[in-house]
């Protein structure tokens, strides 16, 4: 129990917000690992929902922290403006503190951004990467090229001076730069309003720990949009996996108790790069429209498809999953049948069931198999309803059938299913609902 982390399992959007959220009472510490204002966790509490970019949903519970924690990069402005909408409606009960070790985002980043991906997309159609334009990916360029500034200098004016100096120059291909005096301005007075939370955050999760307070990683994009294990180039600068989440806290790997992977129980995907199981045509505008799926950050339409069996086997043997949390099994309800992805065909005739291609290219290629499921009854108010008093017993048979196969098929038990957007609209099956066996090492390379 004392840490838990919360990773997503596929290509982002899984509601990693949610199923955090829905968690974040029984934690005394909420940490944001990786990633910045890219992630879109949508919250939603009645009738009113907020979407949180650079915190954590810990900054929705009273007597919880909200730690964006050391591995972030932070925009300092839009960030201002997530706490003023959240305090707005009434809704910022925790307590907000940011690394003092996390990365500034600049108005320059998101400039560059926009330029880099002008360069991939020059020849006639190139897709580009898609990313969010937010400046995600030069800001990690500049954090491991050593050029970054950090949370804490904006709190020294002296050091923020000569740092964004080195900065400017480092970036004077770029053109349209900003006025370097109005961003060191700007900067030093978003420095002096936030300099109250910025802290450094590595000894409260330490004593945490040590006085058995739980501690819960909040996960932001994920397993298939990790820098290396994602399908590069298509993925973000960061490390969405359990792994990162250590490295992005400061929180050493023998402390790590619990890896929740959350996945829909189908697939979707912003941005471009490979999709093995995306679905087009009138199905796809189906699940595009019954999800809601548009993106949280950028607006975008989603790209829909089906489970995908041998990303999930891939991503539950890459983050250590624990258990499950699948989500989203109300929009698949009252379809005629559940397709599911169990196995590729690759162009070389090779079936793989576990370990995608690593390059892009292939895996674009690969042929995916289904097995097709009977599907569920819609999700009727009557039975939402049912599904919050009785419970799991109350799951509808062809969806715990289905349930059971996911779990059996990726050897990691599914503990929650989420049918709605609401907190309350969660299903807890209990630990270890389904005995995993793991994989054989022929199995594995196989
Ligand atoms: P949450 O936390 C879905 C995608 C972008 C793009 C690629 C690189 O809400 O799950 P970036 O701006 O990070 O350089 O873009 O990654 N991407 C996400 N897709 N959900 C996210 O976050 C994402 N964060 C980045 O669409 O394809
Ligand atoms: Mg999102």
């Given at each position: 129990m004392p840490?838990t982390?919360?990773?997503?399992?596929q290509?982002g959007?899984?509601a990693k917000?949610?199923?955090?959220?829905?968690l974040?009472s029984?934690?005394?510490?909420?940490?944001?690992?990786?990633?910045?204002?890219?992630a879109?966790?949508s919250i939603h509490?009645g009738?009113?929902s907020?979407?949180?970019h650079?915190?954590?949903?810990g900054?929705?519970?009273p007597?919880?922290?909200?730690?964006?924690?050391?591995?972030m990069v932070?925009?300092?402005?839009?960030?201002?403006k997530?706490?003023a909408?959240?305090a707005?409606?009434?809704?910022?009960?925790?307590d907000?503190?940011?690394s003092?070790?996390?990365h500034?985002?600049?108005?320059?980043?998101?400039l560059?951004d926009?330029?880099?991906?002008?360069?991939?997309t020059?020849?006639?159609g190139d897709?580009?990467l898609?990313?969010?334009?937010?400046?995600?990916?030069p800001?990690?360029e500049?954090?491991?090229g050593?050029f970054?500034l950090r949370?804490v200098?904006l709190t020294r004016p002296?050091?923020?001076?000569?740092?964004?100096?080195?900065l400017?120059?480092?970036?004077?291909?770029?053109?349209d730069l900003?006025d370097?005096?109005?961003?060191?301005g700007?900067?030093?007075?978003?420095?002096?309003?936030?300099?109250?939370?910025?802290?450094a955050?590595?000894?409260?999760?330490?004593?945490?720990?040590?006085?058995?307070?739980?501690?819960?990683?909040?996960?932001?994009?994920?397993?298939?949009?990790?820098?290396?294990f994602g399908?590069?180039p298509?993925?973000?600068?960061?490390?969405?996996?359990?792994?990162g989440?250590?490295?992005?806290s400061?929180?050493?790997?023998?402390?790590?108790d619990?890896?929740?992977?959350?996945?829909?129980?189908?697939s979707?995907?912003?941005g471009?790069?490979?999709?093995?199981?995306e679905?087009?045509?009138e199905?796809?505008?189906?699940l595009?429209?019954?999800?809601?799926?548009?993106g949280a950050?950028?607006g975008r339409?989603?790209?829909c498809?089906w489970?995908?069996l041998?990303?999930l086997?891939?991503?539950?043997?890459?983050?250590?999953?624990t258990?499950?949390?699948?989500?989203?099994?109300?929009?698949l309800g009252?379809?005629?049948?559940?397709?599911?992805?169990?196995?590729?065909?690759?162009?070389?005739?090779?079936?793989l069931r576990?370990?995608?291609?690593?390059v892009?290219e292939e895996?674009?290629?690969?042929?995916?198999?289904y097995?097709k499921?009977p599907?569920?009854?819609?999700?009727?108010?009557?039975l939402k309803e049912?599904?919050?008093?009785?419970?799991?017993r109350a799951l509808?048979?062809?969806?715990?059938?289905f349930l059971?196969?996911v779990?059996?098929?990726?050897?990691?038990?599914?503990e929650?299913v989420?049918?709605?957007?609401q907190?309350d609209d969660?299903?807890w099956l209990?630990?270890g609902a389904?005995a995993?066996?793991?994989?054989?090492?022929?199995?594995?390379?196989?």
């Amino acid at each position: 129990m004392p840490v838990t982390v919360v990773v997503g399992a596929q290509f982002g959007d899984e509601a990693k917000g949610k199923i955090s959220d829905y968690l974040a009472s029984g934690f005394r510490h909420v940490v944001r690992t990786g990633g910045g204002p890219n992630a879109g966790h949508s919250i939603h509490l009645g009738e009113r929902s907020v979407v949180l970019h650079q915190l954590s949903c810990g900054a929705l519970h009273p007597g919880v922290s909200a730690i964006s924690g050391p591995g972030m990069v932070i925009n300092p402005m839009s960030l201002e403006k997530e706490l003023a909408e959240l305090a707005a409606k009434g809704w910022l009960k925790g307590d907000v503190i940011l690394s003092e070790r996390a990365h500034v985002i600049l108005p320059l980043h998101e400039l560059e951004d926009g330029w880099e991906e002008a360069l991939r997309t020059a020849n006639p159609g190139d897709p580009g990467l898609g990313t969010t334009r937010r400046g995600i990916g030069p800001a990690y360029e500049d954090r491991y090229g050593r050029f970054g500034l950090r949370m804490v200098d904006l709190t020294r004016p002296e050091a923020l001076r000569t740092k964004l100096d080195l900065l400017f120059r480092r970036k004077s291909f770029l053109k349209d730069l900003p006025d370097p005096q109005a961003l060191f301005g700007q900067l030093s007075e978003v420095g002096q309003r936030l300099a109250p939370m910025i802290r450094a955050t590595e000894p409260i999760l330490w004593g945490a720990i040590e006085s058995g307070e739980p501690i819960l990683l909040e996960g932001a994009q994920s397993a298939l949009l990790d820098v290396d294990f994602g399908t590069y180039p298509y993925v973000t600068s960061s490390h969405p996996t359990s792994a990162g989440a250590l490295v992005g806290s400061g929180i050493p790997p023998a402390e790590l108790d619990e890896v929740i992977g959350v996945s829909k129980a189908y697939s979707t995907r912003v941005g471009a790069g490979p999709f093995p199981t995306e679905v087009q045509g009138e199905l796809g505008e189906y699940l595009r429209r019954e999800g809601g799926e548009r993106g949280a950050t950028t607006g975008r339409p989603r790209r829909c498809g089906w489970l995908d069996l041998v990303l999930l086997r891939y991503a539950a043997r890459l983050n250590g999953f624990t258990s499950l949390a699948i989500t989203k099994v109300d929009v698949l309800g009252g379809l005629e049948e559940v397709p599911v992805c169990t196995q590729y065909l690759a162009s070389s005739g090779e079936t793989l069931r576990r370990y995608p291609p690593s390059v892009a290219e292939e895996l674009e290629k690969v042929t995916p198999i289904y097995e097709k499921f009977p599907a569920w009854p819609g999700f009727t108010e009557r039975l939402k309803e049912r599904l919050r008093r009785e419970g799991a017993r109350a799951l509808p048979g062809p969806l715990r059938a289905f349930l059971h196969y996911v779990a059996a098929e990726t050897h990691v038990p599914v503990e929650w299913v989420s049918f709605g957007a609401q907190r309350d609209d969660t299903v807890w099956l209990g630990r270890g609902a389904v005995a995993p066996r793991a994989p054989t090492v022929t199995e594995w390379t196989g």
